[in-house]
């Protein structure tokens, strides 16, 4: 079993809607969670950061943490065709041995106008 | 913010040959940098951390020898694919990290572009 679970998806939704993406994780000395956005061909971009447990809100985008559940969440509000990529969750526990993240699969989003 | 080049962002080459990527940081420090491989429609695999003025971390599986890392300064790393083979050929990105975030002692990492190689 892997320490960061993500659908891969695709995740196919029409513009305007809301796109809910999540990932499950084992390991409970995690603390400290990020969303990257990955468009194809390109690196990873960091979307979202948060510690420990709770919401935290960014324009259209919302990251939730449940860690009593080891369960994150993001949800893009107000979905646009340019939202279009790969969502990769992230996380990491303190000072972790060589600062390793660990990443989730990733899951892939279409947008469609 | 912070912005980590990666150079060049696509590479052929004949089998044999070595290829070297580099990995900037422009605006900060960064006393640790990453090194990943991306086959398509997969997610990132950690190949090794490297920190400044010591020897790179492979991990497990990662052969030292094929991929060389070197991180002479705080804002330069590169990965050298020696002798290339078809079976090198992938997307490699790099990281790189300041250390701690608003001390809270997260790793936040900010991504280069990506290297696509092609060996023929």
């Known amino acids: 079993q892997k320490e960061v679970e993500q659908d891969p998806g695709p995740l196919s939704v029409p513009e305007g809607a809301i796109v809910s993406l999540n990932c499950t994780y084992s390991n409970s000395a995690f603390q400290y969670f990020m969303w990257y956005r990955q468009y194809s061909r390109k690196g990873p971009e960091l979307l979202m950061y948060?510690?420990?447990?709770g919401n935290k809100e960014d324009g259209r985008f919302t990251a939730q943490v449940d860690k009593s559940s080891k369960y994150i969440s993001l949800f893009i509000r107000d979905s646009q065709p340019s939202d279009s990529a790969t969502y990769l969750c992230?996380?990491?526990?303190?000072?972790?041995?060589?600062?390793?993240?660990?990443f989730g699969g990733g899951t892939r989003v279409l947008v469609k106008p | 913010g912070a912005v980590v080049s990666q150079h060049p962002s696509r590479v052929i080459c004949k089998s044999g040959t070595s290829v070297k990527i580099e990995c900037r940081s422009l605006?900060?420090?960064?006393?640790?940098m990453f090194w990943y491989r991306q086959f398509p429609k997969q997610s990132l695999m950690l190949m090794a951390t490297?920190?400044?003025?010591?020897?790179?971390?492979?991990e497990q599986g990662v052969e030292k020898d094929k991929f060389l890392i070197n991180h002479a300064s705080l804002t330069l790393s590169t990965l050298t694919v020696t002798s290339a083979h078809p079976e090198d050929s992938s997307f490699y990105i790099c990281?790189?990290?300041?250390?701690?975030?608003?001390?809270?002692?997260?790793?936040?990492?900010?991504f280069g572009a990506g290297s696509r190689l092609t060996v023929l």
């Open positions: 948060t510690y420990s447990s």
């Open positions: 490297s920190n400044e003025g010591s020897k790179a971390t492979y």
């Open positions: 990281s790189a990290t300041s250390g701690l975030a608003g001390g809270s002692g997260a790793n936040v990492l900010t």
């Open positions: 605006d900060f420090q960064a006393t640790t």
């Open positions: 992230a996380m990491s526990a303190p000072r972790a041995a060589g600062n390793k993240l660990t």
